[in-house]
């Protein structure tokens, strides 16, 4: 039997600059149109978790992720940790933004800001229509084991978002080690020049073009590598 392929699903966490250091919106006029363009010129998809405040500030840019055949999915509407909500704020978060962003296309994929969902929100998805939350980090080693709630399947994040801006000598060894299914993820405000911002290294080094370049070469390498890309509403957890 012939091996299954790869699968990778490539996001993007939308949303202001660099929360919670930055709260600007270059990443989103500047970032973002470069990100999209990346995107058709290598014919994949993508999945955009956007938030409610980046929804209300640019309704152009989530009708665009849409027009283009990208899936968008929900990023909590204020970019603040849930890990400081209680349920009715949580539940406010997650009603909130599906009801803005529905308005341009089916929503059914969430992920928490900060990649932190407490386990005991997860039935709040549910009832609102999530079948899957990418709230979670293979990488994040000090993290709470995963539980579980009828209806919505997990699928966390593979590495951080700096990975894939590594000098390539470094990131393609890292990436031939991950296993399926792969999930990367990126922001906007990566494709702006934030080198001299006043943000930690590793959310600054080498972003702007080289962080697009980087991106196209990993986009590449996977597909020379003989993985599909997929969007995240098309998971499917193993039987």
């Given at each position: 039997?012939?091996?299954?392929?790869?699968?990778?699903?490539?996001?993007?966490?939308?949303?202001?600059?660099?929360?919670?250091?930055l709260?600007?919106?270059?990443?989103?006029?500047?970032?973002m149109?470069?990100?999209?363009?990346?995107?058709?010129?290598?014919?994949?998809?993508?999945?955009?978790?956007?938030?409610?405040?980046?929804?209300?500030?640019?309704?152009?840019?989530?009708?665009?992720?849409?027009?283009?055949?990208?899936?968008?999915?929900?990023?909590?509407?204020?970019?603040?940790s849930?890990?400081t909500?209680?349920?009715?704020?949580?539940?406010?978060?997650?009603?909130?933004?599906?009801?803005?962003?529905?308005?341009?296309?089916?929503?059914?994929?969430?992920?928490?800001?900060?990649?932190?969902?407490?386990?005991?929100?997860?039935?709040?998805?549910?009832?609102?229509?999530?079948?899957?939350?990418?709230?979670r980090?293979?990488?994040?080693?000090?993290?709470?084991?995963?539980?579980s709630?009828p209806?919505v399947?997990?699928?966390?994040?593979?590495?951080?978002?700096?990975?894939?801006?590594l000098?390539?000598?470094?990131?393609?060894?890292?990436?031939?080690?991950?296993?399926?299914?792969?999930?990367?993820?990126?922001?906007?405000?990566e494709?702006?020049?934030?080198?001299?911002a006043?943000?930690?290294?590793?959310?600054?080094?080498?972003?702007?073009?080289?962080?697009l370049?980087?991106?196209?070469?990993t986009?590449?390498?996977?597909?020379?590598?003989?993985?599909?890309?997929?969007?995240?509403?098309?998971?499917?957890?193993?039987?």
């Amino acid at each position: 039997m012939a091996a299954a392929r790869l699968e990778v699903y490539l996001t993007a966490d939308v949303e202001p600059d660099c929360p919670p250091y930055l709260w600007t919106w270059r990443g989103i006029e500047e970032g973002m149109p470069k990100l999209l363009d990346l995107f058709d010129a290598e014919s994949v998809l993508g999945t955009f978790f956007v938030t409610g405040d980046t929804a209300e500030h640019y309704p152009g840019c989530v009708a665009d992720i849409a027009a283009r055949g990208h899936e968008v999915g929900c990023h909590g509407f204020s970019h603040q940790s849930f890990a400081t909500f209680d349920e009715a704020r949580a539940r406010s978060e997650i009603v909130r933004t599906n009801e803005i962003l529905r308005a341009f296309a089916p929503v059914t994929s969430f992920r928490a800001p900060y990649l932190t969902l407490p386990e005991k929100f997860l039935p709040l998805l549910a009832a609102d229509g999530i079948r899957t939350d990418s709230s979670r980090g293979r990488y994040k080693w000090k993290q709470a084991a995963s539980t579980s709630a009828p209806g919505v399947a997990r699928l966390a994040a593979s590495i951080p978002p700096s990975v894939l801006r590594l000098p390539a000598l470094v990131r393609n060894p890292w990436l031939a080690m991950l296993r399926g299914p792969v999930v990367l993820f990126v922001h906007p405000w990566e494709f702006v020049d934030l080198t001299r911002a006043a943000i930690p290294l590793d959310c600054r080094f080498r972003t702007g073009e080289p962080a697009l370049h980087d991106l196209r070469d990993t986009i590449r390498w996977f597909r020379d590598a003989g993985a599909s890309f997929r969007r995240v509403a098309d998971y499917r957890p193993p039987a």
